[in-house]
Each structure stands twice: as structure tokens, then as C-alpha cells.
């Protein structure tokens, strides 16, 4: 890892709720959105989400996503293959 790589995190936020359907992004109640944290990189937002999900595994309508902030705040540098 460079200099560069380690004084720039790639935020990514955890978080998860209830949705309509599994197989979609259609959370329920927004008031009740579980704010899991953001990391500082993928491998701790997905060892985060990996420990929320698996809790909720029994449960179809939790669902918890990893969302790439770096790439929301930094749209130039989202086609970039390691993030």
C-alpha cells in the first residue's frame, strides 16, 4: 500500500433494515434504519456487515448493505478496479 492509499480512506458505510422484498432495496421504515458505522476501508465494513447479516440470517425481510461513500463523494474515481 502506498502513502497516497494510507492517508486516504475509502469511506464505506454499513447499515441495514427491513425491506419489502429481499431481493430489493426497499427499506420499510426509515426510522428504524439500523446505522451500523462507516469504516475506513471495505475489508472492516465488510467484516461489520458479514456480523450484522448473520445475526439476521433467519430473518428475510433484515437486510444489511455495504454502500461505497468514497465513491458518492469522489464520482471521478468510482471506475477505479480496487475500490
Same mark, same amino acid.
Given at each position: 500500500? /502506498? $502513502?497516497?492509499?494510507?492517508?486516504?480512506?475509502? %469511506?464505506? %458505510?454499513?447499515?441495514?433494515?427491513?425491506?419489502?422484498?429481499?431481493?430489493? !432495496?426497499?427499506?420499510?421504515? !426509515?426510522?428504524?434504519?439500523? +446505522?451500523?458505522?462507516?469504516?475506513?476501508?471495505? *475489508?472492516?465494513?465488510?467484516?461489520?456487515?458479514?456480523?450484522?447479516?448473520?445475526?439476521? $440470517?433467519?430473518? *428475510?425481510?433484515?437486510?444489511?448493505?455495504?454502500?461505497? +461513500?468514497?465513491? %458518492? !463523494?469522489?464520482?471521478? +474515481? *468510482?471506475?477505479?478496479? /480496487? /475500490?
Amino acid at each position: 500500500m /502506498s $502513502v497516497d492509499e494510507e492517508a486516504a480512506p475509502k %469511506l464505506h %458505510l454499513v447499515f441495514g433494515g427491513r425491506v419489502r422484498d429481499p431481493q430489493t !432495496l426497499d427499506f420499510t421504515d !426509515l426510522e428504524s434504519i439500523d +446505522l451500523v458505522g462507516i469504516y475506513p476501508n471495505y *475489508a472492516e465494513a465488510e467484516e461489520a456487515w458479514r456480523g450484522k447479516a448473520q445475526r439476521t $440470517v433467519d430473518d *428475510a425481510e433484515m437486510k444489511y448493505v455495504v454502500v461505497h +461513500l468514497h465513491r %458518492l !463523494l469522489e464520482p471521478e +474515481l *468510482a471506475a477505479t478496479p /480496487s /475500490s
